[in-house]
């Protein structure tokens, strides 16, 4: 079966860091993307990783091992504002469908 | 910036009635997907299309169908609306099959 599997929530401090973890087991991969989701708001793009290793874009950096299946997003200096939903999401082979994992809700305390 | 537009925020029908929900892109996008969001299951895909007149079922497409006759707009028709679709349906767009889904507003739809 396809599966993609994410801690349901997590709780971090401002100005700390926090690291999101994604395992994936999927027929095909073509790459994973990384969404953030605001409550009441549509998921907006954060991050792709399609070969092996850390890509880094600000505060947020994703990192990806295709043969362990396993993904995670960092995110540091954390901000009020990063209090959202982080969804990690697989893209199939084909090309057309991306599975969703059911989102990381991470809530950010002063 | 891609602009995605779903007609509606939000929506209320009964049980047994015909419901459109309609979503427009302004980039010229071949693939167009629509999702529905439900606590605790993700993201699921219910219907895409990767060209005008042509549809592809996802995971859930039972109850559902679409239609794609201007390749700007793409419409999801709950046949006969029943209390399990009560949702948020999420309509989204990449600019290729190997690039991000950008996504409307989202529609919560209830079913009474």
Known sequence: GQNIDQPTEMTATEGAIVQINCTYQTSGFNGLFWYQQHAGEAPTFLSYNVLDGLEEKGRFSSFLSRSKGYSYLLLKELQMKDSASYLCAVLNTGGFKTIFGAGTRLFVKA | ?112
């Not at chain 2, 602009?3 to 929900?21: A, C, M």
């Not at chain 2, 167009?32 to 299309?49: E, N, V």
């Open chain 2, 1 to 112: 910036d891609v602009k995605v537009t779903q007609s509606s925020r939000y929506l209320v029908k009964r049980t047994g009635e015909k419901v459109f929900l309609e979503c427009v892109q302004d980039m010229d996008h071949e693939n167009m997907f629509w999702y529905r969001q439900d606590p605790g299951l993700g993201l699921r895909l219910i219907y895409f299309s990767y060209d005008v007149k042509m549809k592809e079922k996802g995971d859930i497409p039972e109850g559902y169908s679409v239609s794609r006759e201007k390749k700007e707009r793409f419409s999801l028709i709950l046949e006969s609306a029943s209390t399990n679709q009560t949702s948020m349906y999420l309509c989204a767009t990449p600019r290729a099959s190997n690039q991000p889904q950008h996504f409307g507003d989202g529609t919560r739809l209830s079913i009474l």
